[in-house]
């Protein structure tokens, strides 16, 4: 008999805690996922139960937007990131899948989940994949899925205390240069620079050592080049740092006591750099010696706890820029969360508007910019894998908030549900795109790619990816490729989802 992967351990734990709350659930069958990676995610007998489409394909209606400027030490627009470029829009100019005819097809890499993806010269993915043990990364046949390469990270410190499943240490983020090299941060509090040979094989080719710099329990968890070409790096507890990759050097300076940096950052042609901590929305520049320093501040309604699935008690988002002035981040605020939009020249707030539902709304995931406005989406209630197991779900809520000279106002809010995929907008088609898990009283957990009207909210369609915990998405992102198929990473692999060729 193969080795099991620790997926149908972990399934198990989850089932005998719910269990032991007094629920009363019936648990979906369990797949088998081989230790050895290979062949597609696993499905069960309850896919069969449940629509594998809904509702109809969409006419396609591209969305005008603002610009945004290619960065000149990142790959293309759309490519770059998890969140897509230097201004993290989540937003492509790209078609993405319209419903016709639709093709799903995936593959299981054991329990590993390639959360931040991007896209080389040759429209093949380059992940960085994370499980249990540690990082991973790979490059992946955008058809087949099929890793054409593989290079270990370093590992995962076990006696460290962190989950696993929350844990943002090292692994998370990496960006992708024109050149196809990727710099990445790692468990060891390095960035790594990672290129590919002619024949696809990944390497690592330089590294820098930043450990020296942090405190013996902080870590790397953000990465990003400015316009200068100068790397910068954020650790967990406000570290903020500049390295000039040509000599090495690198200054550093400290956010406030107590603030905790647990997302992705931003930058832009002015040379701002954009972030935002456990307490305040920053901005950063460089000053003539290459220095990081303070631009503005500007504190925002963190709450008074940290709201189920939120990462931290604060905001959940990486700062998302658009057009030439606006940065926007979602609040933690109570008793409703709220999209905050500041001037990035001054640190002025230009808006403030309540979203989401009463008592139950939290963001861990960036807003969206799709045209003229900002998307968000609930993730409230989401405390891990268990939260969506049985049949049971998070809060609904996806709402989109639009950007006026005189302030903001939501102009609709789905109800679809969503508990934790990044979501991605499609310019080309005007369509946003999220993973869906509706609850079902039948106890089967089935999760589907779901495409909505960025301007009417409505839902266009929803495509079946498959039934059971293995297709949970669990804080992954949505990704457009440059042909326009779509991707979605899960804890048990990639699942692929494109339009017919008819």
């Known amino acids: 008999m193969p080795r099991r992967t620790p997926i149908r351990a972990l399934a198990a734990a989850l089932a005998v805690t719910a269990l032991g709350a007094g629920a009363e659930v019936r648990a979906d069958p369990l797949p088998d996922i081989p230790a050895n990676p290979g062949g597609p995610i696993p499905s069960l007998p309850t896919d069969a139960l449940v629509p594998a489409f809904e509702a109809a394909p969409a006419a396609s209606r591209p969305l005008d937007h603002p610009l945004v400027p290619q960065h000149p030490f990142l790959s293309p627009n759309g490519t770059s990131s998890m969140h897509n470029d230097a201004y993290s829009t989540d ?31 040759k429209g093949r993915i380059v992940a960085l994949c994370g499980g249990v043990e540690g990082f991973t990364m790979m490059l992946i046949h955008p058809e087949t899925l099929e890793p054409i390469s593989e290079l270990a990270m370093p590992g995962r410190d076990a006696t460290s205390g962190r989950n696993p499943l929350t844990d943002i240490c090292g692994g998370t983020y990496f960006f992708l240069d024109g050149q196809d090299q990727a710099f990445a941060t790692t468990t060891t509090s390095e960035i790594w620079k990672v290129r590919q040979a002619a024949d696809g094989d990944l390497a690592k080719v330089r590294s820098w050592p930043l450990a020296g710099h942090l405190d013996d329990d902080d870590c790397l968890v953000a990465v990003a080049p400015d316009w200068q070409g100068r790397v910068w790096f954020f650790s967990q507890h406000g570290t903020v740092g500049t390295l000039d990759r040509r000599t090495g050097r690198v200054a550093t300076i400290e956010l406030r006591k107590g603030e905790d940096i647990v997302n992705s950052v931003s930058t832009d042609e002015t040379g701002g750099v954009y ?20 631009t503005w501040r500007r504190t925002y309604d963190r709450g008074t706890t940290q709201k ?3 990462l931290s008690r604060g905001s959940g988002t990486s700062p998302t820029l658009l057009g030439r002035r606006w940065v926007a981040i979602a609040d933690n605020a109570e008793p409703r969360s709220a999209v905050v939009v ?3 020249r001054t640190g002025a707030r230009h808006c403030r508007v309540p979203v989401l539902a009463r008592g139950a709304s939290a963001t861990e995931n960036s807003l969206v910019a799709a045209g003229r406005s900002f998307i968000i989406e609930n993730n ?6 268990q939260s969506t197991m049985f049949g049971r779900s998070t809060t609904p809520g ?6 006026r000279r005189d302030g903001c106002r939501v102009a609709w809010t789905s109800r679809e549900t969503a508990p934790t995929s990044v979501p991605k907008a499609s310019h080309g088609n005007g369509l946003l795109y999220v993973y869906t898990k509706p609850p079902r009283e039948d106890g089967v957990d089935a999760w589907y790619l779901t495409a909505i009207d960025i301007r009417s909210g409505k839902t ?8 059971g915990t293995q297709w949970n998405n669990h804080y992954a992102s949505i990704y457009l490729g ?9 804890m048990a692999g990639l699942v692929r989802v494109a339009d017919g060729r008819s």
């Not at 996806?398 to 950007?403: A, E, F, I, N, Q």
């Not at 440059?482 to 990473?489: E, H, I, R």
Request: net charge positive; hydrophobic share 30%; charged share 20%.
């Open 398 to 403: 996806v709402s989109r908030v639009l950007l």
């Open 460 to 467: 266009a369609w929803s495509r079946l990816t498959g039934t």
């Open 342 to 344: 500041y001037d990035r």
């Open 482 to 490: 440059p042909d326009g198929t779509a991707y979605v990473a899960t």
């Open 91 to 121: 937003a492509y100019d790209v078609s993405g899948p319209l419903g016709r005819d639709l093709t799903v097809t995936s593959r299981s890499y054991g329990v590993r989940e390639c959360a931040t993806m991007t896209f080389d010269s």
């Open 380 to 385: 409230y209630g989401y405390a891990g894998p």
């Open 308 to 310: 189920p699935g939120m």
């Open 275 to 294: 972030a935002v901590s456990t307490h305040a929305n920053y901005r950063l520049d460089a000053d003539r010696r290459g220095r990081p320093r303070v």
